[in-house]
């Protein structure tokens, strides 16, 4: 159990335009989302935390405007990366929380890879 | 969001040899925790240690933890090329609600055949 999956697993776009990005907890439903990114073989920076009904909370430097945050259900957020740059470009990842009992449980989706041209 | 320094920062090895892995933080934690990455995919989840707990094993895996250094280390035993990854620690605060994780840097751990 508790299986978080991401669609697409690479997406290569042009500069200007939008993607979105979906992560899907399979078989549990997520108090909480994360959403990550993570520049080649650097660790990974949080980039909000969303829960479901409410507007995300964007860490410091995150243009929220930028990087438009859906939590729509308990087992679906996405994120758009709006009018995409090639800076970018990088590896997206998001986790999906639960409650296990005294404290909470994330579980990591596989990444999605953005190439912006 | 990262508060975690891993020492070494890149670590190279035999088979059959002991990776050890250090990780140093800054804030009173709830627990610890070390993933694993392989190139270019998700986190896996390897083990927690909660601030109470000192030493834990799972399989080829022994986690320590020193909360008066504020250090912890990952030890995998008789290494595998399969071990061969990225691997990372980290932290939830005390108090935390949402049990947000603080990454460190990561040690890139290779394990030669």
């Known amino acids: 159990g508790a299986v978080v999956s991401q669609h697409p697993s690479w997406v290569i776009c042009k500069s200007g335009t939008s993607v979105k990005i979906e992560c899907r907890s399979l078989?549990?439903?997520?108090?909480?989302m994360f959403w990550y990114r993570q520049f080649p073989k650097q660790s990974l920076m949080l980039m909000a935390t969303?829960?479901?009904?409410?507007?995300?909370?964007?860490e410091q430097g995150v243009e929220k405007d930028k990087f438009l945050i859906n939590h729509a259900s308990l087992t679906l957020s996405t994120l758009t990366v709006t009018s995409a740059h090639p800076e970018d470009s990088s590896f997206y990842i998001c986790?999906?929380?639960?409650?296990?009992?005294?404290?909470?449980?994330?579980?990591f989706g596989p990444g999605t890879r953005l190439t912006v041209l | 969001s990262q508060q975690g320094e891993e020492d070494p920062q890149a670590l190279s090895i035999q088979e059959g040899e002991n990776a050890t892995m250090n990780c140093s933080y800054k804030?009173?934690?709830?627990?610890l925790q070390w993933y694993r990455q392989n190139s270019g995919r998700g986190l896996v989840h390897l083990i927690l240690?909660?601030?109470?707990?000192r030493e834990k094993h799972s399989g080829r895996l022994r986690v320590t933890l020193d909360t008066s250094k504020k250090s912890s280390s990952l030890l995998i035993t008789a290494s595998r090329a399969a071990d061969t990854a990225s691997y990372f620690c980290?932290?939830?605060?005390?108090?935390?609600?949402?049990?947000?994780?603080?990454f460190g840097r990561g040690t890139q751990l290779t394990v030669w055949p």
């Open positions: 804030t009173s934690i709830n627990n």
């Open positions: 078989d549990f439903q997520a108090t909480t």
């Open positions: 980290a932290t939830v605060d005390r108090g935390s609600t949402l049990g947000r994780l603080y």
């Open positions: 240690i909660r601030s109470n707990e």
């Open positions: 986790s999906a929380s639960r409650l296990a009992g005294a404290y909470n449980e994330q579980f």
């Open positions: 969303s829960n479901e009904g409410s507007k995300a909370t964007y």
